[in-house]
C-alpha cells in the first residue's frame, strides 16, 4: 500500500497554514485590483472601494473610448481632419489639459487600488512587491500621459509662434504662390540678404507644383506695380550694384517707406519676385542657414556623399579646413558649411549641394528620432524658419504637401544662357513661367516646349534644372553652360 501522507505535509511539503493561505488570497487581491485599474480605471473602486467614484471613472474611460473611436472613424474617411487637428492650437490646448488631468486622475486611482488592497494587512514581502507595481504602473501611465502632454504643448508653441500671422490670401488663378528664401546670414543678419530665392507655384486641387528658381545676382528689373518699390523704381532695379538679393538691404535702409510693416525688406523682395514673374504672391517662408546648423545637430547629423572637399570657410574669411570626400555622418557645424561654401565653386553648385542636404534630411530622419528628438527639432525649426503663413491654412498646405508627394515637380531655373541675368527680359520670362505652369497642369497647347519646364520625371526641358537629379533623366539641356550645370547637380550628392 502506499504511505499515507501525514496530515501536516503536503505532497511531503509542510501544508501552508490558513494564515498564509489568507495572505496569499489578499496579496493576489491587491494585484488585481491594480490590474483592473490598468485595463479599465475605476473598476477595482466598483468592486471594492467608493463606487461612486468608480462610475464617474469608469463611464469616463468609456466615454473617451468612444470619442477615440469615433474620431478615428471620422479620420479613416476624412484624412484631412487628422491634419486639421494635429496643427489646430485650440485643440492642442484641449488634448493637452485633457492628458494631464487624466495622468494625475489614473495615478490616484491606482494609489486608491492599492489602498484598497489593504497593505498593511500583507506580509513584508508582498508589501514590497504590492507597493513597487504600484509604483511602476503609476509612473508607467502617468509619466507616459505627461510625456504627451509635453509633447503636444511643444507642438502647440511651435505652431503659435511660427505661424502667427493671421492675414489669409485666396489662390490665384487656382494656385498657391509662395515664396521660398534662403538667407545666408550670420548673427545679426537675420533676413537681411536672401541668397536663393525660389517660387512654388502649387494647384490647389492636385498639388501639382512648379518651383521657379531665381539667381540673386538678377539686375535691371521692375517692381510689381503700384508696390513701394515701384514708386522708387519705376524704371526698374537698375542702379550701380543693385542686384535681387541686395533688395532686402535696400528695403532695411528705408523702413520708413513701408509704414508699419514688420517685415519691410521681405515685402519688398517679394514686389521684386512678382514684377520679375508675373505671379502673385500668397506667402513667403524664410529659411535661415545659420539655424539649421541646431536642427542638424537635433536629429543626431546627417549622412552625405562628398564627392570632392568643400572648405570650411571663406566668404571673406579664411579657409580653416575641408571636409574631405567620401560617405559620412556631418555634424551641424560642417553640414552648414557643406551647404553654404562658394570657395571654388559657383552659386549652382552651392543650390545644388544645398537640395542634397534638404533630401538627406528627408531620408534620414526616422519617426522615432523626429518623437525622441521632438522639443529640439521644434525649437531648431523656430529659429531657423519665418514665415507669414497663418496657422489656419496650415493644414491646407499640409494636404496639398501629402497630393505633391505623388506628382512629378516641375523646375524652371531662370539663369543663363536661357536669362540674361544682367539686363533680362522680363516678358520673356513671365511668358516662360506662364507655359511652366501651363504644362504643369496640361493645359499648353502641343508643341510649345511649356517654357522650358523640367522634372524630375524627364519631361522633355530646354531650360536648366534647379536641383538634385532624381528618379530620371533630366530631359534635354540647351547650351554648354546648361550641360555643365546639370553634370554638377547630378554630380553633387
Request: charged letters at 15%; glycine letters at 12%.
Amino acid at each position: 500500500m502506499p504511505p499515507v501522507p501525514s496530515p501536516g505535509l503536503l505532497d511531503g511539503q509542510p501544508r501552508p497554514s490558513a494564515a498564509d493561505r489568507a495572505a496569499r488570497v489578499r496579496f493576489r487581491r491587491a494585484l488585481a485590483l491594480m490590474a483592473m485599474t490598468l485595463v479599465v480605471p475605476g473598476s477595482a473602486q466598483l468592486v471594492a472601494g467608493d463606487r461612486r467614484i468608480g462610475r464617474i471613472a469608469v463611464r469616463i474611460w468609456l466615454g473617451t473610448l468612444l470619442t477615440v473611436l469615433v474620431v478615428g472613424l471620422a479620420v479613416a474617411i476624412h484624412p484631412g481632419l487628422a491634419l486639421k487637428m494635429a496643427v489646430s492650437p485650440a485643440v492642442l490646448l484641449v488634448l493637452r489639459v485633457l492628458l494631464m488631468v487624466g495622468a494625475v486622475a489614473w495615478a490616484a486611482l491606482f494609489v486608491d487600488a492599492w489602498r484598497i488592497g489593504q497593505p498593511l494587512t500583507l506580509s513584508m514581502s508582498h508589501r514590497r512587491a504590492v507597493v513597487g507595481v504600484n509604483g511602476l504602473l503609476c509612473l508607467s501611465v502617468a509619466g507616459t500621459m505627461l510625456f504627451g502632454a509635453h509633447v503636444v504643448a511643444v507642438q502647440r508653441d511651435f505652431i503659435v509662434t511660427m505661424f502667427a500671422s493671421s492675414t489669409v490670401t485666396d489662390a490665384h488663378d487656382g494656385r498657391y504662390n509662395v515664396l521660398l528664401m534662403g538667407g545666408d546670414s550670420g548673427a545679426g543678419r537675420w533676413g537681411l540678404r536672401p541668397d536663393s530665392m525660389t517660387v512654388a507655384s502649387i494647384d490647389v486641387e492636385t498639388g501639382r507644383t512648379v518651383l521657379v528658381g531665381l539667381p540673386r545676382n538678377m539686375a535691371d528689373f521692375p517692381f510689381a506695380p503700384g508696390s513701394v518699390m515701384d514708386e522708387q523704381f519705376p524704371d526698374g532695379f537698375d542702379c550701380d550694384g543693385c542686384y535681387l538679393n541686395g533688395v532686402s538691404t535696400w528695403a532695411g535702409d528705408n523702413t520708413e517707406l513701408f509704414g508699419d510693416s514688420d517685415n519691410p525688406g521681405v515685402d519688398a523682395t517679394v514686389s521684386a519676385v512678382e514684377g520679375i514673374t508675373g505671379l502673385r504672391i500668397n506667402y513667403w517662408a524664410m529659411v535661415n542657414l545659420q539655424g539649421f546648423k541646431d536642427l542638424v545637430d537635433a536629429v543626431g547629423g546627417v549622412e552625405l556623399t562628398v564627392r570632392s572637399p568643400i572648405p570650411v570657410g571663406g566668404l571673406g574669411d579664411d579657409v580653416t579646413g575641408y571636409i574631405e570626400p567620401g560617405t559620412r555622418t556631418l555634424d551641424g557645424f560642417e553640414t552648414l558649411w557643406y551647404a553654404r561654401a562658394r570657395e571654388g565653386s559657383d552659386d549652382y553648385s552651392r543650390m545644388a549641394r544645398q537640395k542634397c542636404v534638404m533630401n538627406a534630411m528627408l531620408q534620414q530622419v526616422s519617426p522615432q528620432v523626429a518623437v525622441r528628438n521632438f522639443e529640439s527639432i521644434a525649437a531648431a525649426s523656430s529659429e531657423m524658419v519665418s514665415t507669414n503663413l497663418p496657422a489656419s491654412e496650415l493644414d491646407t498646405f499640409m494636404q496639398l504637401a501629402l497630393k505633391a508627394r505623388g506628382q512629378k515637380v516641375s523646375t524652371l531655373s531662370l539663369v543663363p544662357p536661357m536669362i540674361d541675368t544682367a539686363h533680362p527680359d522680363v516678358e520673356e520670362i513671365q511668358a516662360k513661367v506662364a507655359a511652366a505652369v501651363a504644362k504643369a497642369e496640361g493645359t499648353a497647347p502641343a508643341g510649345s516646349g511649356a517654357g522650358g519646364s523640367g522634372g524630375s520625371g524627364g519631361s522633355g526641358s530646354t531650360s536648366p534644372v534647379d536641383g538634385p537629379v532624381t528618379g530620371g533623366s533630366v530631359g534635354s539641356l540647351s547650351g554648354g553652360y546648361a550641360a555643365n550645370q546639370a553634370q554638377d547637380l547630378g554630380a553633387a550628392c
